[in-house]
């Protein structure tokens, strides 16, 4: 989600204060028990700006016929809300529903945090892509998220420099290496683009295109691949071109990153659907000059891509009306009216198939107004998502991405050895909580 | 109560129990409490068996020391503690000797518009840590620092401030500029509290300003140093708030630059509230040994100057 990003710098002081916000939620979950006798309501904690507004449609609308009410409890995002649930849960206090990423999934199941809702939300399957439901099942006949939106990726360049300096959009990575030497050469002040070490996000959704399966289970054990053929691929071809200094090394979602994308000093961005809203921030000057073309590919011929952010809404085990909370997390990602309103209140992108060419997404985000088929494209590529394999420690190997990587970028240094580290930390971390683990 | 016999023995007795009544209370209930619970949980671990997917599969077990024996072997926390001995180095010195110097100036005779450069100096400390580490960085990086666009348009080499070396100096220059202020007060308020008549009998003596001020100003407020010495470095030990800031401008900062800040990712990034339990006791007991020892030190050598001087 574009918002989670420009959060970074100020969630860890913000942490500490949300901490008696946590303490304050707690009480507000029902205790019916499983009998949905009477009125009902649930408490929801996510971060998506706006979405009071969306739950005041189930308010007003089904949640009234039924006598489900729902309360929004605005959170901070991504990691610090796992651990925050994580903690409540401990107290048997968990709110009954939460927004979750793809990726934390696995540790909140892990963590006996989140109910199987399998029975309540098997009828909506069909509403979303095979590799993104595959992501709220782990793999098993459970369903523990219903999904909200995904983050499909995609290649963002200066339309008019690269017409200025004879650059053809990059169809494989090849090109696009060819091409960041060819800017390089024509103009030494400018790169292509950054290869940031501070968002583990993009990695991890780069491995994914190259077919990547970072956690796959085999039996009662774990088997970890973060440094498998698909993923070194990627790293060595990153660090190839930084190394060479084909591209730069400096961290994204700093105020140089912003200025070098606003004066051009950076002309492409690899990144995902959210990155319009991040654009419209980071760089107004140069509204209307970028474009949006699919992710360049390994082999020529191919299609396929990685997504980078996305999310679901799951109920936990602490809910004492799972059913009800299951039947909201359906409606709220399934239905027209909510789907609609999520796009223009909290501006996601869907995870749900038809909703992708619908309402919202019929007209492009305003920074590509001239590119008229924006969301027709973006629907496409997410089709070609490929599947993603989650483990239960991701955490741990997110932050060894960032410093191992962040210091490998800064020396330009090998890459490949960085991703050894992260292997071989996170395969520690397992071993060490005792999670059977294949060699 | 009130017209008993008893209670005038019984209470005279019991009074001071029954005055340390509230303050034993809440320090069992918001000290002595947390710290035992932090320390229980030093000891415990999580246990995972299998795939640890669904009911069950995770259990609280007795860990004994072996979070501790983690910890110690942590070459990262080692690192942290290095990096910040490194820093500890600058900031300490340059923050007090900039203070001293401060205080020692607007104490003097010929000073100008005291109040207002006292209260310019001390106005950084009001600025929040985590303020003044942004504002700070922004400074720093080199594409938006108005410093390097100086430099840059007098053709002079442009250092980067958020990398190797120069970054402990970045890192000291915020903790120094939001520090000074503090001590200065502290200080200054010792300098003003000696008597006129010493000064008047060293004047007498025929001493100069520059000896007044070393022989008899700085030994006078040698307590202040003491103490300002003794919170800075445990502020040294605590150093979280600017290299937290700092580390998304940079790749120099990684999430475990600072043992603080391993403390922070190990318990909320990593989701390990029992090795972190056993990180902080650690450094709690560091800051101990070290503050404590300092003091000692500080002490006895008073006491000897205080029987050489007699």
């Known amino acids: ?439 | 109560m009130k017209s008993s016999a008893r209670r005038t023995s019984y209470g005279v007795k019991g009074a001071p129990y029954a005055f340390l009544i509230p303050a034993s209370l809440l320090f069992l209930l918001f000290f002595a409490l947390p710290i035992g619970y932090a320390v229980w949980l030093s000891f415990r671990k999580v246990q995972v068996s299998g795939l640890g997917l669904g009911t069950g599969a995770r259990e609280e077990v007795w860990a004994g020391l072996e979070n501790y024996t983690g910890a110690l072997s942590d070459s990262e926390l080692l690192g942290g503690a290095l990096r910040v001995l490194g820093y500890g180095c600058i900031v300490v010195p340059v923050m007090l000797g900039l203070a001293l110097l401060f205080a020692l100036m607007l104490d003097s005779e010929k000073v100008r518009l005291a109040p207002f450069t006292r209260l310019a100096i001390f106005l950084p400390y009001a600025v929040p840590g985590v303020v003044a580490a942004l504002l700070w960085g922004f400074l720093y990086l080199p594409d938006v620092s108005p410093f390097h666009f100086v430099l840059d348009r007098f053709g002079l080499p442009q250092p980067d401030l958020l990398d190797g070396g120069p970054l402990y100096l970045a890192l000291s220059n915020i903790a120094v500029w939001g520090g000074t202020g503090f001590n200065m007060v502290v200080i200054y308020t010792a300098l003003r509290a000696i008597p006129a008549e010493v000064y008047e009998a060293a004047k007498l003596d025929g001493a100069t300003p520059l000896q007044i001020a070393l022989r008899i100003k700085i030994p006078m407020v040698a307590p202040s140093l003491v103490l300002t010495f003794f919170f800075s470095i445990i502020a040294t030990l605590q150093v979280f708030n600017e290299p937290t800031t700092l580390k998304p401008l940079t790749n120099s900062v990684s999430t475990t630059w600072s043992p603080l800040m391993k403390v922070y990712q190990d318990a909320f990034g990593n989701g390990d509230i029992h090795a972190a339990a056993a990180q902080a006791t650690l450094i709690a007991l560091a800051a101990l040994v070290l503050s404590f020892g300092f003091l000692r030190a500080a002490n006895r050598r008073n006491k000897q100057e205080g029987r050489t001087a007699r």
């Open chain 1, 1 to 439: 989600m574009p918002y989670t990003k420009h959060r970074r710098l100020v969630s860890s002081a913000v942490a500490v204060a949300l901490g008696a916000t946590a303490l304050a939620a707690c009480g507000s979950s029902s205790d019916d028990g499983e009998a949905q006798s009477g009125p009902v309501s649930l408490t929801y904690w996510t971060w998506a700006p706006g979405m009071d507004k969306v739950v005041d449609l189930w308010n007003k609308g089904p949640g009234r016929k039924e006598q489900i009410t729902v309360t929004v409890k605005k959170q901070a995002s991504g990691d610090t809300l796992v651990t925050k649930i994580l903690t409540a849960h401990k107290a048997g206090k968990a709110p009954d529903l939460v927004q979750a990423e793809y990726q934390a999934l696995p540790t909140l199941v892990s963590n006996d945090a989140l109910a199987d809702i399998a029975d309540s939300v098997d009828d909506v399957k069909g509403e979303f892509a095979e590799g993104v439901w595959q992501q709220t099942t782990l793999g098993t006949d459970a369903v523990y998220a219903v999904p909200q939106d995904i983050g499909p990726m995609m290649f963002y360049y200066r339309e008019d420099l690269f017409e200025e300096y004879g650059l053809s959009v990059p169809a494989t990575w090849e090109e696009f290496a060819e091409t960041a030497r060819k800017l390089k050469k024509a103009a030494p002040d400018k790169d292509l683009t950054t290869f940031s070490a501070n968002d583990s996000g993009l990695f991890a959704g780069l491995a994914q295109q190259a077919g990547a399966r970072w956690w796959t289970t085999s039996g009662d054990k774990w088997k970890v691949g973060i440094n498998d053929d698909a993923t070194k691929k990627v790293a060595e071809f990153w660090g190839g071109l930084v190394k060479e200094g084909a591209v730069d090394n400096q961290p994204m979602y700093t105020p140089a990153w912003n200025k070098a994308l606003n004066t051009g000093k950076q002309i492409a961005w690899v990144s995902a659907v959210w990155a319009p809203g991040t654009l419209t921030t980071a760089a107004p000057d140069t509204k209307g000059k970028w474009a949006m073309a699919p992710l360049p590919q390994w082999n020529e011929g191919e299609s396929s891509t990685g997504s980078w952010g996305g999310s679901s809404t799951a109920v936990t085990t602490d809910s004492g009306n799972k059913e009800a909370a299951a039947e909201f997390a359906a409606w709220l990602n399934t239905d027209a009216d909510a789907l609609n309103a999520l796009a223009k209140e909290s501006g996601i992108y869907p995870a749900s198939t038809s909703a992708q060419l619908s309402g919202a997404f019929t007209s492009p985000p305003e920074y590509f107004s001239h590119q008229p088929d924006f969301y027709e494209k973006a629907a496409e590529i997410a089709r070609t998502t490929a599947p993603s394999a989650w483990g239960p420690n991701v955490n741990v190997a997110y932050t060894t991405f960032k410093d191992a990587f962040g210091a490998a970028a800064k020396n330009r240094s090998d890459f490949a050895a960085a991703l050894d580290a992260m292997q071989q930390d996170t395969v520690a971390d397992l071993k060490k909580q005792g999670f059977g683990v294949a060699e």
